[in-house]
C-alpha cells in the first residue's frame, strides 16, 4: 500500500466545500469518484484543510491509499483528464504511508479579496467581496496588527465551532491595496470555523471607522463571538498554501 499526495485547486463557486454532504456536490466527493474509477479501487482522500461552501482554493492538500503501480507523478495528469474545468491537480507524488495532512505542524496561508469601489464589477466577483463604502487601509492594517502572535480567537470562530481548544498562532497578516482591490493575507498555524471570514469582516469595520484599531484587544479578551464584526462571503476567501514542517508539498 501507497499514500499519494495532491495539491489541488479549485473554484468553489459551485460546491458545496470540501467535505463530504448528504445533500450537495463536493470537492472531495469529486475527487473520491475520479480517483475511484481511474485506480479500479474505492479511494478517499483525506484534506489538509476543510474550505467551507463557496471557498476557493489555490493549494489545497490531500492525500490518499492505493495499492495501484502508476506513478506517483503521474496521478495529477490521469486525474486532470477527467476532472470538471473548476479543479485540478496541480501535482502529485508519493509520501511516507504515515504522513496525515491534518496532524502534523503546518503554516496555512489564505487571502481575503474586498472589491472596494463605488459599483461591482461583474469580472471576478465570484473572486472577492464587493464593498462600496470606502475602506481605510492603514486603519485596517493597523488592526491586523493586534492579531499577530498567540491569542485565543473564541471570538473570532462561528458559535458552532467544536473544538476545545480556540488557541490559535498568526505569524502574518497583512493588508493590502491595488487599485479598487484589497487583500486580506493571513498565515497561521491553523484556524478555526469561519476565523478568517470574521477577521475580514471586524478588519472591514476598522476600516470603515465603526471600530478603532485598538478595539481588536478588547474583542479578543471577550472571548464572545458577538463581540466581533461580521462574517464576510465566502466568495472572497481562498487558501493559498499549505507549508509542511517535514514533507515539500512543491513535488
Not at 474545468?85 to 474586498?114: L, M, N, W
Not at 464593498?131 to 470562530?157: I, N, W
Not at 484587544?217 to 458577538?226: E, G, P, S, W
Request: charge should be positive; charged fraction near 25%.
Amino acid at each position: 500500500m501507497r499514500r499519494i499526495m495532491l495539491v489541488v485547486a479549485y473554484d468553489g463557486t459551485n460546491y458545496c466545500g470540501w467535505q463530504l454532504q448528504p445533500n450537495g456536490r463536493t470537492i472531495e466527493e469529486v475527487l473520491n469518484c475520479e480517483l475511484s474509477r481511474i485506480l479500479k479501487e474505492d479511494i478517499r482522500v483525506i484534506g489538509a484543510s476543510r474550505t467551507d461552501a463557496g471557498v476557493h482554493a489555490l493549494g489545497n492538500v490531500a492525500v490518499f491509499d492505493t495499492s495501484a503501480r502508476i506513478p506517483g507523478e503521474k496521478v495529477a495528469y490521469a486525474l486532470n483528464q477527467s476532472l470538471p474545468e473548476d479543479i485540478r491537480v496541480q501535482c502529485s507524488g508519493d509520501v511516507p504511508i504515515a504522513f496525515h495532512p491534518r496532524r502534523c505542524h503546518t503554516k496555512k496561508t489564505y487571502e481575503y479579496t474586498i472589491y472596494n469601489h463605488k459599483f461591482e464589477n461583474p469580472i471576478g466577483r465570484q473572486y472577492a467581496y464587493f464593498f462600496h463604502h470606502p475602506l481605510h487601509v492603514k486603519r485596517m492594517q493597523e488592526a491586523a496588527d493586534y492579531l499577530v502572535g498567540t491569542h485565543d480567537f473564541k471570538s473570532f470562530c462561528n458559535i458552532h465551532t467544536q473544538v476545545e481548544d480556540t488557541v490559535r498562532t498568526i505569524y502574518r497578516c497583512e493588508v493590502k491595496k491595488d487599485g479598487s482591490l484589497i487583500k486580506i493575507q493571513i498565515e497561521g498555524n491553523g484556524f478555526l470555523y469561519n476565523m478568517v471570514r470574521i477577521i475580514a469582516g471586524t478588519l472591514i469595520d476598522a476600516g470603515t471607522g465603526v471600530l478603532a484599531p485598538a478595539d481588536m484587544l478588547t474583542i479578543l479578551a471577550k472571548k464572545n463571538r458577538d463581540a466581533a464584526g461580521r462574517t464576510a462571503p465566502a466568495r472572497g476567501l481562498k487558501l493559498v498554501k499549505i507549508a509542511f514542517d517535514r514533507v515539500d508539498v512543491c513535488l
